[in-house]
């Protein structure tokens, strides 16, 4: 049985330095480009702020408390989230990551948030189908939600040859995952089962990610990746992760191209908090 299957934590404290930098086929409005300028992806107005979406989508999957995870320096996260909102269906609180050390660092930041309790995970810059989130909140141990790559380019904004970069799963019996393959070569693509499922780092942790978390070594890029701590737990504590596979797109805010086409997509949706 499920218990307490209604914590998740966003990872907002990127950087965002692809937000920074100036594309010339983005018409971003005053507001947007000032937000962008400082690379808070989350604050970029979309209608209302992009994470607002986000966190309506996760109330309207059945979350009551979600944990940001944010830098020290993020005043405007803080201030906007934690004192200019006014929630009805969820509750905001925040993990302070001290140096943007990668993902698995920014989840070590929220283990006081999640304490003995499985928590979902996503990204601050994704907006997600509520139907993966619920489905991961009702999950019975550790998993992830996988997204179908030809499904990714028609119903997201993201184009082609971006998706093509992304990171794909491999996957055992039963759709337990075997390991993420980031930045897969072809021939490694051409090995795999169609179709082909991406990982979009939205996942449902048990409390032993932590201690991985923790025990992983630095990638070769300098940064403590949740992956590798995923994978520890799989190769070395026999640990199963579920893979759920969805025919269904992922809004990504990754750069100031991004902005207008995720706008117009997410124009219909309403904030409720």
Not at 159 to 181: C, D, H, Q, W, Y
Request: charged share 30%; aromatic share 6%; hydrophobic share 40%.
């Amino acid at each position: 049985m499920v218990h307490n299957a209604d914590k998740a934590v966003i990872l907002a404290r990127g950087l965002g330095t692809r937000m920074r930098e100036d594309a010339p086929d983005a018409h971003l409005t005053k507001g947007q480009k000032s937000v962008a300028d400082k690379g808070v992806k989350a604050l970029i107005p979309t209608g209302r702020p992009f994470l607002d979406y986000v966190l309506t989508a996760l109330a309207d999957a059945g979350y009551g408390r979600v944990c940001l995870v944010i830098g020290p320096e993020h005043d405007m996260m803080r201030a906007y989230y934690g004192e200019t909102l006014k929630y009805e269906r969820i509750g905001v609180e925040f993990a302070v990551q001290e140096e943007p050390l990668g993902t698995a660092n920014a989840v070590a930041a929220a283990e006081g948030f999640a304490g003995d309790d499985p928590v979902t995970v996503i990204n601050s810059d994704n907006y997600y189908p509520i139907e993966a989130l619920e489905a991961l909140r009702g999950l019975d141990g550790s998993g992830l939600a996988v997204f179908e790559r030809d499904a990714m380019v028609r119903e997201s904004n993201i184009p082609p040859e971006r998706v093509a970069k992304f990171a794909v799963v491999e996957l055992e019996e039963g759709n337990r995952l075997k390991r993420v393959i980031e930045k897969p070569e072809e021939s490694v693509l051409e090995s795999l089962p169609k179709p082909l499922l991406v990982s979009m780092n939205c996942w449902r942790f048990e409390p032993p990610i932590f201690s991985a978390c923790r025990e992983i070594e630095p990638s070769p890029r300098g940064e403590y990746e949740v992956t590798d701590a995923v994978q520890l737990l799989v190769d070395e504590r026999d640990m199963s992760f579920e893979a759920l596979p969805f025919e269904a797109g992922v809004l990504d805010l990754t750069s100031r191209s991004d902005v207008g086409p995720v706008a117009e997509m997410l124009a219909s949706l309403e904030v409720r908090l």
